[in-house]
């Protein structure tokens, strides 16, 4: 068959949601319909469309399976009768089990067209790393897929299949293929835009042919997705980018000539807009997906919960956020004014709460010294945030951030209280700077600045006793982020940190700190995933655990 | 070579500690002597004895590794210096690397004799289910393991190897075994034992000859090893056993004509008895390798409670457990008089904390009432209990049960505060049937029964508000059980309950609460697994997902 002048792909970059089969379905019933309009002949969508993902345990869920299945009849039937019969619809969806001796299904893409389901291809490999459970869940396939439309010749694959070097590109790399689509639900982290760009060029050079790359968008749990779909040739030229962090639609034109066009190129974002956006999105969607049109957070002066607060007002409007200044008697007066400013420029709900009569009545009871004294305060400010979280109806945020987190220094049932912690994976040196750049951001655009610049830069103090600093407890956070990149990022032993050139207490104190403080991070709420190892999902320790270094 | 006239065995069942490789290793070489000198020629020792185990992302640390090989190559010098160079020891470790691409270690067995390491088995399966994450961590080997002792041909496996039907098993189904020879880290679960003997008869058959069964015996964070080795012959002969929850070192002694001698053979516990010493040792374990000497608890006159406590006073002497009473001013008589009574019953230190005087400070100033009324009262309890664990070093339990969990009829951060949860899968049918099994073993040793007859036959109550009963919230526990057994254990979807006689209403109310209370769960203190499936690692559903059956 000789090719038709041109093969228009629309890459279709939607925000799914888990176990949502029906609003997925019409998700992808709308965006197939605007390709069609735009005159699109194959549109793609991201890995699992269908059922949302990842879908974790759901999958062994025989009722689940069989409505995700009885929706993909539909659709096809749907899209038909919507008159995109002539369309080709690329999603993914849990597909059926095909190994007689499992009870798990696979993780399949379907390509939908008049009707009917035309083809499927099951995913080959199965990550079971960091946040990835495939493997326990899914069943592989074992077959390539290739097919022609209009006389060009598609090869298909699922995410994980072309992380790894003998997947379907070197399967298919003698199939002559005019272009490999591929589907995926790839987790942001940090720079991973480049990382995905360079192994699409490999690919690329693989199959010698553009490929596709269709990522979901979204938040989900801890995960966020970033979105960011591209079309790359094998010499790196980007021939379409979609945005980040939203939902969006692009048409890019494969010419029988091997040249092609695009109706969009997204700019790349820098790291600190991706992050904060990562951040932004993560919040927003938990929200939406789970229900809760408000937040409430204790507001401390201190600028954990200033930025928090700040991401919260972009996430869901100021008019939804209650922050609450809730004072000791060792809280400064320079901390609660910068909690009412906050609070004003970001247009939020503010109450005070103060704790010292409260403190007392249970002082007179208990008699508490010293650190379980400390606790108590951060302990009656989660009892307080609880109270508005229950009587409102609001989502509870914790305003603890990675560095903290990581070495314990959190009172547990007090300052982690929350059902989500929107820096849970930012060090504290990444929160001054995020603090930074959305004030500038705000000047940029002649906004007030959200975040007081007092919080910026005091040092930071819990305020649980008179004149405490956190460098009383921890090292100077510039030293101790270092640590913690290279100790957990990196996965740097004693022997390696000794010679990164990190002095001995400091390394001892904060290897000490951080493995002991494992079962409190446990215990710790959800927060979006920012970094390459991120604590939760992807890093797990056994509590009881005798090693050291 | 002909036969010896016999080959005395040694199953060598310890209680090992994750990352103790020296304590470990002591507790190898202290057994290895023991068989030694009771003329074992061969001692057996469970999976990954020398490592602990589970070891999850330990597996990562090269330090960890290195420490671990170091100390293999240490222990069978130390064994021949200590006159145990004839011994041949089979123990557990994890291994060295093998594939290129890979940076996941073995899950290995080492022969050790004569100072060397004389023979390693790589395990071939890797459980990545329910509670096993082991595709994870390590990569798999690909060889069996054969040996001659004195004439007689031993066979190897390690755990999931025996679980697989096509494992060393098959594999060696033509080698003329005289024995096959298993090391196993096999959590408990209720009448497990009698799948793991079908199990050994059913390869005890294919390699006909007797299989030996070495299980670890100890907790690690929620998961309690039962121990309870065996050995079985392929017409289910128990030819030796061990006894279960405790470490033991039985010598069995295997005859050239093919008939054994043991020195033990355990008696086999019942159901009751099984799963409350898997609960007491559970929290024994995480005590000691955690480093807490004592517990604190509410006690609220309530069953629940009156349990945990007496679990506590089982696994820590009743000196060591505080039980604090927390009166409200819902708080019946009955229950105050129940509550002093259970402490008096197991020695336990009792304080009376009313919280009438806080929830008014609270109240004064947050004026809340409904249900965020009645989860103040639990939170500023749970604000007590942290007190105390906090000011004493104690270890806070929390006394939640699997109903309530399944169904999050707890308060966050109030009931469900503590860092062990001790009857967290034990349905409450389960802790009525157990507490007054627990009171029956008292009597017929002549002792008080702990628990307050009050206590188990009062309809249940949280006691936070007037006239408060569970059942204004849930379905009578009887039926309540019977629906969250189906549909956890059993995983019977919406229509097998109803085909399972359930009335639609009921089915829908728990499975709506199930369903919903995943967030709340995963904030649960650790407690130890007694079921197929508990919630947990071994159940992942994700928390933002619509899916309705």
Same sequence: chains 1, 2.
């Avoid at 269908?50 to 096809?76: C, K, V, W």
């Avoid at 999603?91 to 007689?100: D, I, K, L, P, S």
């Avoid at 070495?407 to 007090?414: L, N, P, Q």
Wanted: glycine share 8%; net charge negative; proline share 4%.
């Amino acid at each position: 068959m000789t090719k038709a002048a041109s093969l228009p792909f629309a890459l279709a970059q939607i925000n799914t949601r888990v176990g949502d089969i029906e609003a997925n379905k019409k998700c992808i019933l709308e965006f197939s319909q605007k390709a069609h309009e735009r005159g699109a002949r194959v549109v793609v969508f991201p890995e699992m469309t269908l059922s949302g993902y990842p879908i974790e345990d759901l999958a062994f869920r025989a009722t689940f399976r069989r409505s995700a299945e009885s929706a993909a009849q539909d659709m096809a039937q749907t899209l038909k009768d919507n008159g995109c019969g002539a369309l080709f619809v690329v999603v993914g969806t849990v597909g059926t089990t095909h190994a007689e001796s499992s009870d798990r299904p696979t993780n399949t893409l379907l390509v939908l067209h008049d009707g009917q389901i035309l083809h499927t291809y099951d995913k080959q490999f199965l990550p079971n790393y960091g946040v990835f459970d495939e493997f326990r869940i899914f069943t592989p396939g074992h077959d390539t897929l290739t097919m022609d439309i209009d006389g060009y010749h598609l090869g298909f694959a699922i995410c994980e299949d072309i992380w790894q070097d003998n997947g379907p590109a070197i399967q298919l790399a003698q199939s002559n293929l005019d272009v490999l689509v591929t589907i995926n639900g790839s987790p942001f982290e940090e720079n991973k835009d480049h990382v995905r760009t360079d192994l699409c060029i490999k690919r690329a050079g693989e199959v010698d042919a553009p490929v596709i790359y269709v990522n979901q968008v979204g938040g989900q749990d801890d995960l966020v997705f970033d979105g960011g779909s591209f079309v790359i040739d094998k010499s790196g030229n980007i021939l379409a980018r979609l945005t980040q962090f939203d939902e969006d639609l692009c048409l890019w034109t494969l010419h029988a000539d091997g040249t092609s066009t695009a109706d969009e190129i997204a700019r790349d974002m820098d790291t600190d807009e991706e992050v904060y956006n990562a951040c932004v999105l993560g919040l927003k969607d938990y929200m939406r997906k789970n229900g809760f049109k408000g937040v409430v957070l204790g507001l401390s002066g201190g600028i954990d919960s200033a930025l928090v607060a700040t991401m919260a007002a972009d996430a869901c409007g100021g008019e939804n956020v209650w922050g609450i200044s809730m004072p000791s008697m060792y809280s400064s007066d320079g901390s609660k004014d910068d909690a009412a400013d906050l609070a004003r420029n970001i247009g939020a709900h503010y109450e005070i709460q103060p704790i010292e009569p409260l403190f007392m009545s249970f002082q007179n009871q208990l008699k508490l010294d010293g650190i379980a004294a400390e606790n108590l305060q951060a302990r009656i400010r989660g009892v307080i945030v609880m109270a508005y979280s229950n009587s409102r109806g609001l989502l509870a945020l914790a305003t603890g951030n990675k560095s903290e987190l990581a070495c314990g220094y959190s009172t547990i049932y007090g300052d982690a209280v929350g059902g989500y912690a929107p820096i849970k994976d930012l060090l504290k040196t990444r929160v001054w700077q995020l603090s930074r750049w959305r004030n500038e951001q705000a000047l940029k655009h002649g906004e007030v600045p959200p975040i007081p610049e007092n919080s910026i830069v005091k040092p930071p103090s819990a305020e649980l006793r008179p004149g405490q600093k956190d460098s009383d407890s921890l090292p100077e956070y510039d030293l101790l982020d270092s640590v913690l990149e290279a100790y957990i990022e990196k996965a740097h032993g004693r022997a390696d940190l000794l010679e990164d050139g990190f002095d001995e207490k400091t390394v001892d104190t904060v290897m000490r700190l951080v493995d002991r403080a494992e079962w409190k991070r446990r215990q710790y709420p959800l927060g979006p995933k920012v970094t390459a190892l991120a604590f939760g999902r992807d890093r797990r320790l056994p509590i009881t655990n005798a090693f050291r270094e």
